[in-house]
C-alpha cells in the first residue's frame, strides 16, 4: 500500500484537506476535502469562523479514515500568517481569532512606535510593517481587549491553535512566528528587546518548534470522533507561504517565487536578513523559510481584489465565476492601473465601486465593463510585480532570469501572461498546491 500524508492548507479563500500519496520517487496530490473560508463580522469585528473550520478539518479527516487503498503516514497543517488566538490559563480558548483585515490595529500603531520606532522594529525584526502584524494584535488585545488582558494566558498562531485543538498540545511554528514582527532577525527567537519596550510577557508565548517537530498525536477524543488511530502530527512549515515556497522547489539562488492567491508574494530563499534602509524602503520582510533560512519577500495584496470584484458581481446577482472574469478581460486592453498597494483595496465594502473610483479619480475616466474593471486589476498586479523585480536585482546586485510561479493563481493563465509580459522574465508555472505540498515534504523529511 502507498504511504500518505494528511495535509491541511487553510488559506483566506479556502481550506483544503490534501493527501499526499507516495508514488515511487514522487508525491501526488490528491484534493479529499475543500470548505470555504468565510470570514464573519460581529458588532464591527471581523473573526475568522474557527469553529466551522475545525469541524470541516474533522469532516476531512472522517473521509481519510475511510479510505483502504493509503497507509496514512502523519499529518501537518499550514494557514495564513500573523492571526492566532489566546487561551486562558485552563486552557481554553477566550477569543476568536480576528481577521488580519479588521481595523482594531489602526488604533494602537501610534502607540507602538511611540515605545519602539518603525525603523528601530524592522532593524530588529526585518518584518515589514503593516497594521495585521501580530505585536500590534497583541498590542491592543492586551491592552483594549478587557477579557484577553485578564485572562489571555497564551498566544496561539492560527495552525497551532488547530494542532492544539487536534492534540492539545502548546507550541508556537518558527515560521509562523516569523510573520509576527515579535522574533529578532538574527537569532530567530523571540526579542528580548521588543517585550521589554512593549511590556509583552515572555510566558505569553510558548516554546517554538523548528518545521518537521512530531507535536503529538490525534488526541482520543478526536480519534474517536474522527475513526482515525493515534496519528502523529507534524508541526511543518505551518506559515502557507514558507510551505508554498518548499513545495515550489526552488534549485537555483537568483530564481524568485511568485505565491499567488489571496495574497501574492514575491521573493527569495537567502541565508541571511537584508535590514537595511533599502531593504525596509522597498517593502521587504525577512520571514523563516522551512529550511531555517530566510524568505526575502514582498507582501503583495494580490488576487484578494479579483475575489472581492467577483464577490460584488455575484451580491449583484451575476453569476460569474474566474474564468468568465478572465475571459472579459482578455478582450479589455486598456492601460489604467490601480495602485495594489493602496490602503483602500485592504477591506473596501464595495470592491468594484473602489476600483471604478480609483480609476476616475486617477485617469478621469469611469469604467463600466466588467473587464475593463479586471483589467485595471490585472494592469496593477503587473506594474507591482515589475516593480519588485527590479528592486530585488538592485538589492542582490545580479539579475533575475526566472519567476517559478505557484499557487491558485497559476489557474489563471491571464495572469501568468501578464507576469511573462510586464516583467520580462522566464515565467516557470509550478504547482497550484504548494502549499500543500510543501507540507507534505517536510512530513516526509524530504525538505
Ligand atoms: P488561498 O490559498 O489564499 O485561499 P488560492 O491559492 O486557493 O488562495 O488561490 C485563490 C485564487 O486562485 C483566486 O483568488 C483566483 O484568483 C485563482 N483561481 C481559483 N480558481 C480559478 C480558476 N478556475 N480560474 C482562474 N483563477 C482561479
Ligand atoms: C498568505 C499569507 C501571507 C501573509 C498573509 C497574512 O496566505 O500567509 O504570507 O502572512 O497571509
Known sequence: MNKAYIAFDLGASSGRLMLGIEKGETVELEEVHRFPNDPVTIGGTMYWDIPRLFHEMKQGLKKVARRTDVDIQSMGIDTWGVDGAWIDEDGQMINLPIHYRDGRTGKVIEEVEGLIDEEMLYTLTGIQKANFNTIYQMYYDKKYNKVIKEHGYKWLFMPDLLGYFFTGNLYNEATVASTSGLLDAHTRTYSEEIFNKLGFKREWMNELVMPGTKIGTLSQAIQEETGLGGLPVIAVASHDTASAVAGAKIEKENELYLVCGTWCLMGLEVGTPYLTKEAQEAGFTNEGSAKGKIRLLKNI?????????????NDRGLPVDFPDIIAEAKESNHTYAIDIADERFMAPINMEQEIIKACEEVYGVKLTRIGDIATAVYNG????????????????????????????????????????????KTVIKGTTEASAMGNVLLQQGSC
Do not use: R
Open 301 to 313: 495584496n494580490g488576487l484578494w481584489i479579483l475575489q472581492q470584484l467577483k464577490k460584488c458581481l
Open 381 to 424: 498586479l503587473g506594474k507591482l510585480y515589475k516593480e519588485t523585480v527590479i528592486q530585488f536585482e538592485a538589492l542582490i546586485g545580479e539579475p533575475i532570469t526566472t519567476i517559478h510561479m505557484v499557487g491558485g493563481g497559476t489557474k489563471d493563465q491571464h495572469l501568468c501572461q501578464v507576469v511573462s509580459e510586464m516583467t520580462g
